[in-house]
């Protein structure tokens, strides 16, 4: 299918200003049957479709632009290339600005002296699981949250056991967090120690919005005792703490339609501004490539996003896209 877009991209491009051709029409079929869409009318089949072409065209002149040597990364038309920037940020980005002035000093907990290795992916470890969709929900502070604490409990107990997202949408709104409308990474760690634990995501699957709590103590596979902010925009400690502790959640910005519609390489936007963080991800280990520097970010976007649902985020860009702003990892 994936050649098939390509090669359908690139008729379309040599036509692009007759938007009812045959090629942009043809794409839009096998795009939207790829993806599942089903729109509930005309008027809104004929919005989405609006939306879509403009995408088109941001995407054909991205990755024309890549192939001459201006870009890093390539961009695709996923699963959201049929919404706007602006609705994105508003259903998906539901990250809530940390005060950090709420948290003590020395919050960071002394990270291992041992030599930071050149390179780590925690994938490669066990200690990562499966990407998810989190759907039309704001809900990627819980996606990031279970996501450093699997880490930590495979660390602890030799058994990867996904957990349950939902059960921090439903169960965590008397902790300061609104379920699809957004929370806060360390008030979700605030939950799971006021609990005294987290359900599987087995036990309690993930439904795409709000419910009514039922954390039950019989589907309990997480707990922590703690948490750890890093000090902020510093990638070198991040750097230590992921080589040493594990997957690491934190805050990113995903403002852009470029992460929106990103496909692979190293994304590398300097105008991805370090102080606008509005979505929570979990870096899983770093490298370099080509003389380039990144960190390996998980997505909560579904596997059809990115690079398997992972991203390279540029790293020593200082602190791009805010990576580094607001990092945070549990403790047992």
Same mark, same amino acid.
């Given at each position: ?8 991209? !690139? ?5 692009? @200003? ?8 043809? !794409?839009? /079929? ?13 008027? /809104?089949?004929? +919005? ?18 890549? *192939?001459?040597?201006?870009?890093? +990364? ?28 709420? +948290? ?5 907990? /002394?990270?291992?002296?041992? @030599? ?28 990031? *949250?279970?996501?450093?604490? /699997? ?21 965590? #709104? ?9 929370? +806060? ?17 087995? #036990? ?33 400690? !991040? ?21 929106? !519609? ?8 300097? @105008? ?52 580094? *702003? ?7």
């Amino acid at each position: 299918m994936m050649h098939t877009l390509c090669a359908m991209l !690139l008729l379309v491009s040599l036509d692009l @200003s007759h938007s009812s051709s045959t090629a942009l029409r043809k !794409l839009w /079929e096998d795009w939207t049957v790829k993806h599942h869409k089903v729109y509930d009318n005309q008027t /809104e089949v004929v +919005f989405r479709r609006a939306v879509w072409e403009k995408n088109v065209l941001l995407v054909l002149r991205h990755n024309q632009e890549a *192939s001459a040597g201006k870009h890093s +990364f390539r961009m695709g038309l996923n699963h959201l290339a049929d919404m706007t920037a602006e609705e994105i940020n508003e259903k998906l980005n539901g990250l809530k600005l940390e005060d950090p002035s709420n +948290f003590r000093n020395g919050s960071l907990k /002394e990270v291992s002296s041992v @030599s930071i290795p050149q390179s780590v992916d925690w994938r490669k470890s066990g200690l990562v699981s499966p990407v998810q969709n989190q759907g039309m929900c704001g809900s990627c502070w819980a996606f990031s *949250s279970v996501g450093a604490l /699997e880490g930590q409990m495979k660390k602890r107990t030799g058994v990867l056991v996904p957990l349950s997202p939902q059960n921090l949408v439903d169960c965590s #709104f008397v902790d300061g967090n609104r379920g699809c409308r957004g929370g +806060f990474i360390s008030k979700a760690f605030g939950y799971i120690i006021r609990n005294q634990g987290i359900d599987s995501e087995s #036990f309690y699957p993930y439904e795409h919005q709000n419910g009514k709590c039922r954390y039950s103590v019989t589907g309990k596979a997480g707990y922590c005792s703690d948490f750890h902010i890093l000090p902020y925009g510093d990638e070198k400690t !991040l750097k230590a703490v992921v080589a040493s502790v594990g997957p690491v959640s934190v805050a990113v910005n995903a403002m852009l339609k470029s992460f929106h !519609l990103y496909r692979g390489g190293l994304y590398n936007v300097p @105008s991805c501004n370090p102080r606008l963080t509005n979505h929570a991800v979990l870096v899983v280990g770093y490298g370099r490539d080509q003389g380039q520097d990144f960190w390996l970010v998980k997505n909560s976007w579904g596997t059809t996003w990115g690079e398997d649902g992972f991203i390279r985020i540029a790293r020593n860009k200082k602190n791009l896209c805010g990576i580094a *702003s607001f990092a945070v990892y549990p403790t047992l």
